[in-house]
């Protein structure tokens, strides 16, 4: 069919996506009570599930506040992820620039996209469902974080999920009744030969949610159901929208908390109209609002590093080591030019049989989460700890004419540099294996520009900063050209991209120097920051709150998002986001609503 049919099947989609959009629409309040008991900012991976088990008994009055509002047709669509970066729907956060790495890049600086609208993060992100490592939460217990061992968050994350596969169900390390989706994505025959390679060279496969996460996945998993996103905006706000002792507000952008005499009371609010509305808490205000827009709230209200609020003209209400702490995972890839790409052809997922498939019948590449197609878990002789610290994304090449863009718009890369790289790659197709550094020794911090609540903070992740992330990044190099060099991918005929990259371009190609000066050089964020108002023990004074998530020398304030996780998880955030707004519900409401749920014995 031709290109006039093309067009006018997208109008279609895109007008009935839009009606689907309109009819999951959050009602919203546009005036709000003088006070309620709970006021949660942010409606997020966290905050929606906090704002859905606090208002559970009717007795409580609950706000929840969210500064964007709802959220586009596309969000919805799987495939559109890589569409919805950058637009109304993102803060569309840039880093400072680097001063270690990221020399590929504009400025050397690096997008950080988070989300905007119900359901936050959760609304833009590639929903892949991992939920890190046992001895990532044994060692947040050992460090002082008591009552966040494995075996106590492991029953908060099944709580929350239903799991669709049918073996995953009887595993018993799974949720099957919880409000969140989880299935098996739709994939390429890619993940076939990703998993022969690793089977080729000793790696189990095994469930990365399970007893063991070292080593590939073939049960590829993510939070979409019935083709859709399933956001946590769709899980847990949609379905209690109506109860009448919960408030829901959109452009409900919080400049401040207000603490009086070592008290939060209540939040100072900016509308869209740039009214300033004053709502109060009977009991408690939790922030929800990321790792990112939490420690922003707590420094403009006073709460931080005492020489950085007085140097922003900010009355110092406790002093705590907000901002601090930052981490992310990072990536570099590493690629293969092949006589065949398995993978998604984004003009192929615009066609009509694409639009056909997916408003028919909810299948087709537009149900896919777009770009990473494998992942796996490893060990490098780096690691002396048990769990891995390097993790795989595989993706064979994603074509089509929107990837001429992508490179500027998503990832910042210079664009004489970018286009040189379209020019090398013109007609050929290939796969890309992206080793992420799991465990980073580096660390940065968030801080204020002004105390204009308007103005985005300065994001300093200091990635590279230890010589050591480089080398653990080195070994996970090293690695995926052992997968490019195995049975399975050599049946494609893989070949190492050989691409000069300025300015390693004068190295000799695939030496140590070479790959450490293009880890420097291609650093990608994998879109996972926290840390920033990390939990630890009270007496522990690099932490901002406590195990029960109170900020320390404040009372009726809790942080509630990945800001408190104390290290980065070995994998994606989005669940233990979830994991913590369901373990704060319970240490909020002093309950314990996870004890009927059976355990493994592992």
């Known amino acids: 069919m031709g290109t006039k049919s093309t067009v006018l099947m997208a109008a279609i989609s895109i007008l009935w996506l839009v009606y689907r959009q309109q009819q999951h ?33 009717a007795a409580n009055s609950v706000l929840l506040l969210e500064a964007g509002s709802q959220c586009t047709a596309l969000t919805d669509v799987p495939a559109a992820a890589i569409f919805v970066q950058q637009t109304e729907v993102d803060w ?63 029953p908060y994350f099944m709580k929350s999920e239903n799991n669709l596969n049918e073996d995953l169900r009887k595993s018993g390390y799974h949720g099957t009744e919880g409000e969140l989706y989880v299935s098996d994505i739709q994939v390429t025959k890619g993940l076939d030969v990703f998993v022969e390679a690793a089977r080729e060279l000793g790696y189990p496969v095994i469930d990365v949610n399970g007893e063991s996460q070292l080593g590939v996945t073939r049960t590829h998993q993510a939070t979409v159901y019935r083709g859709e996103r399933w956001s946590t905006a769709r899980a847990f706000l949609e379905p209690i929208q109506r109860r009448s002792n919960l408030h829901i507000a959109d452009n409900g952008f919080v400049r401040r908390v207000i603490i009086e005499n070592g008290r939060a009371v209540g939040v100072e609010i900016q509308r869209d109209d740039q009214t300033v509305v004053v709502v109060k808490a009977n009991k408690e ?26 140097s922003m003209g900010i009355p110092v209400v406790a002093d705590l080591p907000v901002g601090h702490n930052l981490q992310d995972h990072i990536g570099v890839g590493v690629d293969f030019y092949t006589n065949v790409s398995l993978g998604l052809n984004t003009d192929d997922a615009e066609s009509i049989k694409s639009y056909l498939k997916y408003l028919l019948m909810g299948s087709g590449p537009m149900t896919t989460t777009g770009l990473v197609e494998g992942s796996g878990f490893f060990r490098t002789k780096l690691q002396q700890e048990k769990y891995s610290d390097i993790e795989f994304h ?209």
């Open 25 to 57: 629409a959050i009602l919203t309040v546009l005036h709000f009570n003088e006070t309620y008991d709970y006021i949660v900012v942010g409606a997020g991976s966290a905050g929606a599930v906090l704002a859905n088990r606090l208002s559970k008994d």
């Open 92 to 154: 569309k956060y840039r880093t400072t620039s680097q001063e270690n790495c990221c020399f590929a890049l504009q400025e050397k600086v690096s997008l950080w996209p988070r989300g905007k609208c119900f359901g936050g993060t959760s609304s833009i992100n590639y929903m892949l469902y991992i939920r890190g490592n046992r001895y990532d939460y044994d060692q947040w217990a050992e460090e002082g974080c008591t009552g966040w061992s494995y075996r106590d968050v492991l």
């Open 285 to 310: 205000v939790i922030l929800s609002a990321g790792a990112i827009g939490s420690p922003q709230i707590l420094l403009l209200s006073g709460v931080g590093p005492k020489e950085h609020l007085a």
């Open 394 to 602: 595989m993706l064979w090449t994603v074509s089509g004419q929107f990837t001429k863009a992508s490179g500027i718009t998503l990832y910042n890369y210079e664009p004489e540099m970018w286009k040189t790289m379209l020019a090398a790659g013109d007609g050929k197709v290939g796969v890309t294996i992206v080793p992420i550094l799991l465990h980073p020794k580096s660390s940065g911090h968030i801080r204020l520009v002004s105390k204009n609540a308007d103005d985005s903070p300065a994001i300093d992740p200091s990635y590279l900063k230890e010589a050591v992330d480089v080398e653990v990044l080195l070994e996970g190099v090293k690695l995926a050209r052992q997968f490019g060099a195995t049975k399975a991918l050599r049946q494609f005929n893989a070949t190492p991209v050989t691409t000069p990259i300025v300015p390693c371009d004068k190295l000799e190609f695939n030496s140590d120097d070479y790959w450490r000066c293009r880890i420097r050089a291609q650093t990608h964020t994998i879109y996972h920051p926290v840390g920033t108002c990390k939990m630890g023990a009270a007496s522990d004074p690099t932490a901002v709150v406590d195990p029960e998530l109170r900020v320390k020398g404040i009372k009726g304030l809790r942080v509630a998002d990945a800001s408190v996780m104390p290290r980065v998880p070995s994998g994606n955030t989005n669940a233990p986001s979830i994991m913590i707004g369901e373990k704060a519900a319970d240490l909020i409401l002093g309950i314990n609503s996870v004890a009927s749920i059976p355990l493994p014995k592992a």
